[in-house]
Nanobody, 122 residues
Framework: QAQLVESGGGLVQAGGSLRLSCAASGRTFSSSIMGWFRQAPGEERELVAAINWNGGSLHYADSVKDRFTVSRDNAKNTVYLQMNSLKPEDTAVYYC???????????????WGQGTQVTVSS
């Protein structure tokens, strides 16, 4: 059974950095779109970043452009989210996602991780 497991979340001060990792198992996602959503309390879920199979196409939410970088290592079946210059408004649960096959960076996404909490203190 396909599974996505996030790691790397935690508490950081504003201006700091975190790197999230998502390890996929159960099937290969080398041809899939992969990415990250986030959801803050009382807010709608937001697509933060997405990457196609070879990293040639990327998508970022306007709120994270020039601060976050999505990347992947297909040999390790892993996708990453490097988050720099973090702000308190980046506080949310971050979810790793993957499509069932190649498609659009904006989705739909069939596979979801359980989420990892990122908290940015001011």
């Amino acid at each position: 059974q396909a599974q996505l497991v996030e790691s790397g979340g935690g508490l950081v001060q504003a201006g700091g950095s975190l790197r999230l990792s998502c390890a996929a198992s159960g099937r290969t996602f080398s041809s899939s779109i992969m990415g990250w959503f986030r959801q803050a309390p009382g807010e709608e879920r937001e697509l933060v970043a997405a990457i196609n199979w070879n990293g040639g196409s990327l998508h970022y939410a306007d709120s994270v452009k020039d601060r976050f970088t999505v990347s992947r290592d297909n040999a390790k079946n892993t996708v990453y989210l490097q988050m720099n210059s973090l702000k308190p408004e980046d506080t949310a649960v971050y979810y790793c996602v993957a499509s069932s096959s190649s498609g659009y960076l904006t989705g739909p996404y069939r596979y979801w991780g359980q989420g990892t909490q990122v908290t940015v203190s001011s």
